[in-house]
């Protein structure tokens, strides 16, 4: 059974000077950066990290794809083009990276995460966040020493705990998600929940008529209620208007600076299961930290 992917993405600079978040949506691969340090430097890490990954994705087929792989790529890519800035060497950026793949008679969503942008699975009318935060707060309230709602008003809670392009050995998350008919997959920088409760947003998306208007009307609600922050928006429904035209610019979906990417509508897949693709992939892949006290970067 074919099902056609909907994909569509708006990032804005909300009431920051300049827009340091950057997205890709190149179905069947999507992608949410958020450049950390409050600087020039930020932006580029992001879209340092999101090219990176267009180009990783050129060519590549979403079956075998390694999403893990794909965003260790982008790492070394912001590491790399911190070294050639001179005073650069905190370069560093949020990554959440999903590609929707064939399992079988379903699809899936498998997703590369570090940092506190999140992905959000909405279905059958619930939300439920895919990823965990890397920040400070979130290991504050896992261990019970603080409630959600103080998280919110922690000093700390921009510190980050995780991020592309950090000096010490990272490890990255992978998550991945069965899909149904009708399932809608978000990805979001934190300046969507800073104002947004997850009840907001699945409000938002179930009320809207496309993934295009999803993002669209997120984005706006959150300038709308402040919008302290850049906030950047993907949405990734299961089945939708298969008709519609086709109408993408590339650019507008790598670089943060372009408000908005256009809807895309991608042809249903191709079936290219083999008996490697099927295996089960682990649940993480870590690369061993060393000991050393924990570090947090407050941007």
């Not at 950026?93 to 959000?120: K, P, Q």
């Not at 439920?128 to 896992?142: G, I, K, M, N, Y």
């Not at 922690?154 to 009708?182: K, N, W, Y």
């Not at 610019?249 to 670089?255: F, I, L, M, P």
Request: proline content about 5%; hydrophobic content about 40%; some cysteine.
């Amino acid at each position: 059974m074919a099902e056609p992917v909907v994909a569509a993405g708006r990032t804005d600079k909300g009431a920051r000077p300049d827009n340091q978040d950057a997205i890709l949506v190149n179905s069947p691969f999507f992608a949410v950066a958020d450049g950390v340090g409050g600087s020039a430097d930020g932006a580029v890490a992001a879209e340092t990290a999101v090219s990176a990954l267009a180009d990783f994705i050129r060519d590549a087929d979403p079956q075998t794809l390694d999403v893990v792989e794909a965003a260790m790529n982008a790492h070394r890519a912001v590491q790399a083009r911190a070294g050639q800035a001179r005073g650069s060497d905190r370069m560093a950026t949020t990554l959440t990276f999903g590609s929707v793949f064939r399992d079988g008679d379903a699809l899936a969503v498998e997703i590369a995460h570090v940092g506190d942008s999140r992905a959000y699975l909405v279905s059958d009318g619930l939300i439920v966040q895919l990823t965990r935060d890397h920040s400070f707060v979130a290991d504050l309230v896992e261990r019970g020493e603080i409630t959600p709602e103080e998280a919110t008003r922690h000093p700390l809670r921009s510190a980050i705990t995780r991020c592309l392009g950090q000096l010490e050995p990272l490890r990255v998350d992978r998550v991945r998600q069965h899909l149904r008919h009708g399932d809608l997959v978000l990805l979001a920088s934190d300046g969507l929940n800073k104002h947004l409760s997850d009840d907001d947003i699945l409000e938002f998306v179930t009320s809207s008529e496309s993934p295009q208007d999803a993002a669209e009307n997120l984005v706006e609600e959150t300038n709308r209620r402040g919008g302290s922050d850049n906030v950047s928006v993907v949405c990734v429904k299961i089945d939708g208007d298969g008709d519609a035209e086709t109408n993408f610019d590339q650019s507008a979906a790598v670089r943060g600076k372009y408000d908005t990417a256009e809807l895309l509508i991608v042809p249903p897949f191709e079936s290219t299961e083999t008996e490697s693709s099927a295996a089960e992939i682990p649940a993480a892949a870590v690369i061993p930290q060393p000991r050393r006290r924990r570090r947090w970067w407050p941007w």
